[in-house]
């Protein structure tokens, strides 16, 4: 009688292990099934939509945290809101810069290096009289001598990044713009703060400026789609780009375009630093892909003032960096060049 009962405890013991197995292998695989499926939070944020998938991270707050990172970001960097904390700047006033702000002026006065004087926040003046920037322009081709006037506030010498948080001011009559790195460090923000919050794999873009980091559940590399250069936004793709760890952001000139009242010349957005007038490139279409998507905004403006001859050579000073080149060969034929 004992022995039978010793069994039966035995064996009641050993259904009760092999249940607790069974329920750890379902939960085990319940969570990586989770973890397999992607998250996305979509929306509008800096007149541009953006588009997130996150693998990894089970957190329902993911959609709020990204729309606050953003809206606060908007706050700071924003050139069409009035009282961003670059507007203010702008405007004369002495304002708290947080550190994001700090970080973002810093990158940029580093890309004005990198990037051999073709990408400059100073230039801020010219591309607002040009009506690029949140006002409509008053520039035409033939001011030649108000471009000469404005040209004297690009490149100024003083001091005006600042080093760390705190009460900042520029320069007396300095204005300055982030617009060519803002929206790629944007990206790298909320890259870096998915990372921290133990994401295993993410892609990031907004407006077309693309950061992402580990692989897939299957083991493949995200990939991005380039745009074929056409006036008109369309879904028809130029090229499609793996990336692996990296970031990439284009720029081009095919779309944001006006029209000279005076003489009807067409020319964009791409100013370029030396000269003050609009860059004359038979580029169409810049993507650099590099470390971070603050840099590769920053250099993607920098190469269209550059056009595809001395963007190949920074290239090759640069071979941590590839790129993705669309411009108009002598005779006009399209043509593609590409270092990856």
């Not at 709020?64 to 809206?71: D, Q, V």
């Not at 790629?184 to 295993?200: Q, Y």
């Not at 595809?308 to 060969?329: C, E, G, H, Q, S």
Request: proline share 4%; glycine share 8%.
């Amino acid at each position: 009688m004992i022995l039978g009962a010793k069994t039966r405890q035995k064996d009641t013991l050993l259904r009760l292990f092999s249940a607790c197995i069974a329920i750890s292998i379902l939960t085990l695989l319940a969570s990586c099934q989770r973890n397999a499926l992607p998250t996305h939070v979509n929306g509008i944020a800096q007149g541009s939509a953006f588009n997130i998938t996150i693998y990894g991270l089970d957190d329902d707050s993911l959609t709020y945290r990204i729309g606050a990172w953003l809206s606060n970001y908007n706050q700071l960097a924003s050139a069409w809101d009035s009282q961003s904390t670059l507007s203010r700047l702008n405007a004369g006033d002495s304002v708290y810069v947080a550190q994001d702000f700090v970080e973002l002026a810093q990158i940029s006065r580093m890309i004005h290096s990198l990037s051999n004087g073709y990408m400059s926040p100073t230039l801020n003046p010219l591309i607002e009289a040009w009506g690029f920037g949140s006002g409509l322009g008053y520039l035409n081709m033939s001011d030649s001598l108000a471009v000469q006037q404005l040209m004297r506030q690009v490149n100024d010498a003083r001091s005006w990044c600042p080093e760390k948080p705190g009460l900042w001011a520029w320069p007396e009559g300095m204005s300055l713009s982030f617009t060519s790195v803002a929206q790629g460090h944007s990206v790298d923000l909320i890259s870096e703060r998915l990372m921290a919050m133990g994401a295993t794999a993410a892609i990031v873009e907004i407006g077309g400026e693309v950061r992402c980091f580990g692989r897939k559940p299957n083991g493949k590399d995200f990939k991005v789609g380039i745009e074929k250069p056409l006036e008109q936004k369309s879904k028809d793709l130029q090229e499609i780009i793996p990336l692996r760890d990296r970031a990439l952001a284009t720029s081009g000139d095919y779309r944001n375009v006006k029209k000279d009242v005076v003489t009807g010349e067409r020319y964009a957005h791409t100013i370029d630093a030396f000269t003050g007038w609009p860059a004359r490139s038979n580029m169409l279409s810049a993507t650099l892909i590099g470390p971070t998507c603050a840099e590769a905004d920053g250099m993607a403006t920098a190469a269209m003032a550059m056009g595809p001859v001395k963007t190949k050579t920074w290239l090759a000073a640069n071979p941590l960096w590839d790129a993705y080149l669309i411009f108009l060969a002598g005779d006009g034929t399209l043509t593609t060049w590409s270092s990856y």
